[in-house]
Nanobody, 121 residues
Framework: QVHLVESGGGLVQPGGSLRLSCAASGSIFKIHVMGWYRQAPGKQRELVAVITSGGSTNYADSVKGRFTISRDNAENTVYLQMNSLKPEDTAVYYC???????????????WGQGTQVTVSS
């Protein structure tokens, strides 16, 4: 079993910053891709940023230049540094990981519980 635990969400004013973290634990052989998704009320879940085990990254156009995704492979942790936050960034942010477990070598997707980010004055 693989578990993702997120933290770092909260309430910030427009222009503020937050740093989200997501730590993976369990029977992990390798985490190939980790990413962040978000879902606002009444909207579909959307990709925010992803990072591969080799460090390649990709961002949604709406966050490009403001958010930075990074990972610590030794700690099986992914981070999302969010700067210049806007009200439209308000959403529940979910961590996602493609994990190759020690017992099931085909990579499978896992989700964190989500952390609320609210940007409001």
């Amino acid at each position: 079993q693989v578990h993702l635990v997120e933290s770092g969400g909260g309430l910030v004013q427009p222009g503020g910053s937050l740093r989200l973290s997501c730590a993976a634990s369990g029977s992990i052989f390798k985490i190939h891709v980790m990413g962040w998704y978000r879902q606002a009320p009444g909207k579909q879940r959307e990709l925010v940023a992803v990072i591969t085990s080799g460090g390649s990254t990709n961002y949604a156009d709406s966050v490009k230049g403001r958010f930075t995704i990074s990972r610590d492979n030794a700690e099986n942790t992914v981070y999302l540094q969010m700067n210049s936050l806007k009200p439209e960034d308000t959403a529940v942010y979910y961590c996602n990981a493609e994990v190759q477990s020690t017992s099931w070598r085909i990579p499978a997707g896992y989700w964190g519980q989500g952390t609320q980010v609210t940007v409001s004055s």
